[in-house]
């Protein structure tokens, strides 16, 4: 086990490390939809990336949800097979629409997987921007 301050201390190196790994500028929070953005996650047991839709007003956040899942046929030639969930509740309760891919067996404490969760990262986040990129008229057609 780590302390606290030590967890800290990886989790900044791992961060660091995949931006100088990989130095490139991500679309993340720059989608041009308010509260819509792409996320890089990754913990003790897993790294995911994903899509996530948090507008307050319902309807407008199941529109942009149902919009994409439109295409889910289309999203999965980008980024293979992912999980969907269109209420999803996040630790602080806070409902979101989310779409997103993981891979487990890896580890933010365990130096060994870094280079796996980079690779992971790179390719998924890449997929999700093409996709995003090749249909973005449409998604935000709403």
Same mark, same amino acid.
Request: charged content about 35%.
């Given at each position: ?33 308010? *509260? $819509?953005?792409?996320? /890089?996650?990754? %913990?003790?047991? &897993?790294a995911e990336v994903?899509?996530d839709i948090e507008? =307050? ?15 889910? *046929? $289309?999203?999965?030639? /980008?980024?293979? %097979?992912?999980? &969907? ?8 309760? =806070? ?36 996709f995003y990129y ?9």
């Amino acid at each position: 086990m780590f302390s606290k301050q030590e967890a800290q201390q990886l989790k900044k190196e791992f961060w660091t490390a995949f931006g100088k790994s990989f130095p490139r500028k991500w679309i993340l929070y720059d989608t041009k939809i308010k *509260d $819509m953005s792409f996320k /890089f996650y990754a %913990d003790n047991k &897993k790294a995911e990336v994903s899509l996530d839709i948090e507008m =307050k007003d319902e309807v407008f956040r199941n529109a942009y949800y149902e919009k994409i899942w439109s295409l889910e *046929d $289309m999203l999965k030639d /980008f980024i293979g %097979d992912f999980h &969907k969930e269109e209420y999803f509740t996040m630790e602080n309760g =806070k409902v979101i629409s989310k779409i997103w891919v993981e891979l487990h067996g890896v580890s933010i404490f365990n130096k060994n997987t870094w280079q796996q969760i980079f690779e992971f990262f790179v390719d998924k986040m890449d997929g999700f921007e093409r996709f995003y990129y090749e249909y973005e008229d449409f998604i935000k057609d709403v």
